[in-house]
């Protein structure tokens, strides 16, 4: 079974320019998630979705950042205009659902450098 | 502020060793738990998780969970140089979509 795909692996971009990352999840998980992780601390949800439906976007910066899942499959994310603390490792997870008990699996992440 | 507790480490262990890493969470609606292996470098990738009090073994990992005291714990036996990574303590929010809260994680470091 494949694992969740993540693209691109890396990017470098000004401040103030603008890049999105792209995921397809793990082949019938209905839930994707978008995580943010900062060097040396946990992943953080950014947002949540159910088929194509938005769960929970509390802590996504709505005034820079975006997301999509169309048709409920892949998603993008994308940030618009990106600050130097942006700079992180952005981390797609699908699971199964959205009840309390399922796990969740990770794509290989996108590595964020904003000079 | 539902938050998750982890000691940062290092936690260093000789080859053999049994390591163990400690979680606390503060959510106390909180059902199911989940421990996270993540190399330098690489993404997190799930090793066990835990729904009931108690403990739950799977080869040589052990996770033991307590409710009652908010506190969750992950035991590696017969520690391996492969095995040093960062772990990271994950738990569901209560009446979250499956809603994740993750610790810092602790670093783990076996030496032969």
């Known amino acids: 079974e494949a694992g969740v795909a993540q693209s691109p692996r890396y990017k470098i971009i000004e401040k103030r320019q603008s890049v999105a990352f792209w995921c397809n999840p793990i082949s019938g998980h209905a839930t994707l998630y978008w995580y943010q992780q900062i060097l040396g601390q946990g992943p953080k949800l950014l947002i949540q979705?159910?088929?194509?439906?938005?769960?929970?976007d509390s802590q996504l910066p709505k005034d820079r950042f975006s997301a999509e899942r169309l048709k409920g499959v892949d998603s993008t994310l994308k940030i618009q205009p990106a600050k130097l603390e942006d700079s992180a490792v952005y981390l797609c997870a699908s699971s199964p659902g959205t009840g309390g008990y399922y796990e969740q699996y990770f794509g290989p992440g996108t590595r964020l450098t904003v000079t | 502020q539902k938050e998750v507790e982890q000691n940062s480490g290092p936690l260093s262990v000789p080859e053999g060793a049994i390591a163990s890493l400690n979680c606390t969470y503060s959510d106390r609606g909180s059902q199911s738990f989940f421990w996270y292996r993540q190399y330098s470098g690489k993404s997190p990738e799930l090793i066990m998780f835990i729904y009931s009090n108690g403990d739950k073994e799977d080869g040589r990992f052990t996770a033991q969970l307590n409710k009652a005291s908010q506190y969750v714990s992950l035991l590696i036996r017969d520690s391996q140089p492969s095995d040093s990574a960062t772990y990271l303590c994950?738990?569901?929010?209560?009446?979250?979509?499956?809603?994740?809260?993750f610790g810092a994680g602790t670093r783990l470091a076996v030496h032969p």
């Open positions: 994950a738990v569901n929010i209560a009446g979250g979509y499956n809603k994740l809260i």
């Open positions: 979705f159910q088929n194509n439906g938005v769960v929970d």
